[in-house]
């Protein structure tokens, strides 16, 4: 069965849109664990945009759930994360002008970088994925650099299943021959980025993934049944 991780950054957007104090991210992931997530996800940005340095404090010292931090290369985060030793660290590219993540990590081109901050991170018992697009060179990149797991960037499937059969199809096949690649290379598979309650079912049914990442869908769907229902209720379809 799939595990389900809650990326609670778009709880510190709503709060970070009026600096104050509500809504509160270690409430949210307090809620998230009563739901039934299995994992709570933040990513601490070097621009601070959403996530603050107290959210990953108070949420490492209250939250029960394994811990992913999403981080970007820089020595900064590095070193935050080697402190407040999250139980997974998902390295992932980092750009000031994006929106959100965009595209993946390239492990291939930064396959130093990427394998001198894993070491350091495992080094210290932190589990280290990738998140980077299905490709057969970052998939490669990432057994050589030791991760322990990849996060396929789904946003091509998601764009794909707004466009119809046809085209998820075809990004499904990509994930699952990826997906099985990366397992023979002894490494686990999670993926995550644009998940949302209509394209999950056909992720679910076509590839085998140890944990989804999801954020805006659940965080989106809270706004009208309540944050506990709509947790509860991806954690059934990805079940
Ligand atoms: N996984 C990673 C590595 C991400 O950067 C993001 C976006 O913050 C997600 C998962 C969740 O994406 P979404 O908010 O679109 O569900």
Known sequence: MAKLGVNVDHVATLRQARRTYEPDPAHAAAVCEFAGADSLTLHLREDRRHVQDRDLRLIRETAHLPLNLEMGLSHEILSIALQSMPDQATIVPERREEVTTEGGLDAAG????????????????????????????????????????????????????????????????????????????GLVVNMGHGLNYRNITDLVSTVSV???????????????????????????LIG
């Open 110 to 185: 930064r396959l130093v970088e990427v394998s001198e901050a894993t070491g350091r991170l495992a080094g210290r018992g932190i589990r280290v994925s990738l998140f980077i697009e299905a490709e057969e060179r970052h998939i490669r990149a990432a057994a050589q650099a030791r991760a322990h797991a990849v996060e396929f960037h789904t946003g091509a499937y998601s764009l794909a299943h707004q466009r119809g059969a046809g085209p998820a199809v075809e990004e499904l096949e990509r994930l699952a021959a990826a997906a099985t690649l990366a397992r023979e290379l």
């Open 210 to 236: 140890n944990e989804y990442n999801i954020g805006h869908a659940i965080i989106s769907r809270a706004l009208f049944v309540g944050l506990e229902r709509a947790v509860a209720e991806m954690k059934r």
